[in-house]
């Protein structure tokens, strides 16, 4: 499997438990951190896993570090590890750590690396939760998990508050006991506003969540894949899909998104079920389409999504007046409650949009036909309205959030908003509110997250004694087939050696430069 080449991000996974195993629902032995790999795997992650720390220029060749620690009560984390691991973080990468102990036995260790988790230790409790809950206002919110009991993940499991301006609870159980917070803060090689680092602290593990007793659509893997799912889109690496619906041919969203620079797909066609799981976020667009806009096999796989918790932006000047009953939006299931939307017309003749509430300062010529006239129901909020008006306050666009989804609609073509600087500020506003993370890559000043990471051709490939892979970066990392480090090369020229300076054995060798381009050579001996 060419790993580098099918995935858009890596992870290293540092097996740190000492060998701790639970057992699974059929009584097998399962190694504490297999569901974490399988959870970053299912999301698209290439993950390389070792029980050793590598060194610090190999652990920069990775997106982010995921560590899992299980129920050690030593100091699982040695001084020089996480030295390492600081400065990691101080170059602006993402850090995930698990552990029932961690914070109780390294904080009165080593304060300052525990407090960059925003996490400080409270107690140490006895009782394993059989519940676990996303806490309100945060990227988990809503999401309910049981959690194995029965599976011998734990033996005592500390509890935890957080330090800092910049950390928060993002997870405990019901009844109050904090069990996992996040932290950000700005890096010590701050390139520009959105150069910080992130990371996240459970004191639980992350192989034991299942789904809850009232979710009978998901899986429990499939639950554990959304929660690392929404990690990710925190730390940077979520992904979009784009459904171009819109028969115009104008590609604003993928211009706008090409902008701002996340990882994005496209899709002319509506994705199935299966598909859309793969993805932090829908910005589905049928522009000034007014026929078979959103049909009921749409709305069906729309509500299949937010139930996963997903989010969504719908936009276009003919879905309310095709599926939307005027005046009676509670006829309408789709538009009232997974949008809050009420449809009145589709007889608005308008040349401006503003954005009110959350998109207060946001202001757009606008290019219509006949773009719906809204208004909230369910719980919804209004968020944009035309300019001018000659009959009152007509609004044109709404947000809704419940449980652990959200949404936006659009009474009009996402690509009808002119003003590309205030359709900017909308979608990066939008994202934001979806709590899908753009992070800047903080040592390149290369975006992280590209649509097409670009190719470079090697030469001579396959190679006997060296090849050169001509990078803009001047700075390639190659790796096994397997995805397993090798060397990190300053410069062009590889001579078919690793890191200590062996000789490799003939093989296909991946590379993936510090400035996106990837690609494979074959060794020769």
């Known amino acids: 499997m060419l790993l580098f080449l099918l995935f858009s991000f890596n992870a290293f996974l540092w097996d740190n438990d000492g060998g701790k195993f639970f057992y699974d629902s059929l009584g097998h032995p399962v190694g504490t951190e297999e569901y974490v790999k399988e959870a970053l795997i299912d999301n698209g ?63 009165p260790l080593d304060p300052n690396f525990i407090h960059k988790f925003g996490v400080t230790y409270l107690t140490t409790n006895p009782t394993i939760p059989h519940e676990i809950l996303g806490e309100v206002e945060t990227f988990l919110q809503g999401e309910l998990f049981s959690y194995d009991t029965s599976a011998m993940l734990d033996e005592m499991i500390d509890r935890i508050d957080t330090t800092g301006n910049n950390a928060e609870i993002i997870y405990g159980t019901p009844i109050g006991k904090f069990l996992g917070a996040r932290g950000v803060a700005t890096s010590a090689f701050q390139r520009d506003d959105d150069s910080t680092y992130a990371t996240v602290f459970g004191s639980v593990s992350l192989s034991g969540l299942m789904r809850s007793p009232n979710d009978s659509i998901f899986t429990d893997r499939e639950r554990r894949m959304e929660f ?60 000034y389409t007014n026929t078979n806009t959103i049909t009921f096999k749409d709305q069906c796989l729309i509500n299949y999504y937010l139930q996963w918790g997903g989010r ?54 606008l290019l219509s036909i006949e773009a719906d006239e809204l208004d909230s129901i369910s719980g919804g909020m209004r968020i944009f309205r035309y300019l001018p008006s000659l009959a009152g306050v007509i609004y044109g666009g709404m947000k809704k959030e419940d449980f652990n989804w959200k949404t936006e609609f659009l009474g009009f073509a996402y690509e009808g908003m002119k003003d590309k600087d205030n359709r900017l500020k909308f979608l990066k506003r939008t994202l934001q509110n979806f709590d899908f993370t753009i992070i800047k890559d903080t040592l390149s000043g290369v975006d992280e997250k590209r649509r097409d990471s670009p190719r470079t051709t090697p030469y001579p490939n396959p190679f006997t004694s060296y090849t050169i892979i001509p990078t803009r970066s001047n700075v390639f990392t190659v790796y096994s087939i397997t995805g397993r480090f090798i060397k990190r090369i300053d410069g062009n020229k590889w001579y078919g050696r690793d890191k200590v300076g062996n000789l490799l054995p003939s093989g296909i060798y991946l590379f993936c430069s510090q400035s996106g381009e990837k690609g494979k050579v074959i060794l020769l001996r």
Request: one cysteine or more; hydrophobic letters at 40%.
């Open 228 to 287: 690392v799912q929404k990690i990710l889109g925190f730390f940077g690496f979520g992904r979009i899909l784009v459904v171009d619906d819109n028969q115009s041919g104008i590609d604003r969203i993928q211009e706008d998104l090409d902008t701002l620079g996340p990882y994005y797909d496209v899709d002319s066609s509506p994705p199935d079920s299966a598909m859309v799981k793969s993805y932090n976020v829908l910005l589905w667009n049928t522009g």
């Open 45 to 107: 992650i290439a993950v390389v896993l070792d029980t050793l720390l590598p060194s610090f220029d190999e652990l920069l060749t990775y997106n982010m570090l995921w560590i899992n620690c299980a129920w050690r009560t030593d100091e699982m984390i040695k001084q020089q590890e996480r030295d390492r691991i600081s400065d990691y973080i101080s170059h602006g990468k993402k850090v995930y750590l698990e552990g029932n102990r961690v914070a109780g036995i390294l904080e």
């Open 312 to 365: 969504v932006m719908l936009a276009g000047e003919g879905i309310g007046s095709e599926i939307g009953i005027p005046g009676q939006g509670e006829e309408c299931w789709f538009l009232s409650e997974l949008f809050g939307t009420d449809y009145i017309s589709d007889s608005i003749t308008a040349d401006t949009v503003m954005g009110i509430n959350e998109f207060d300062g946001i202001i757009s010529n």
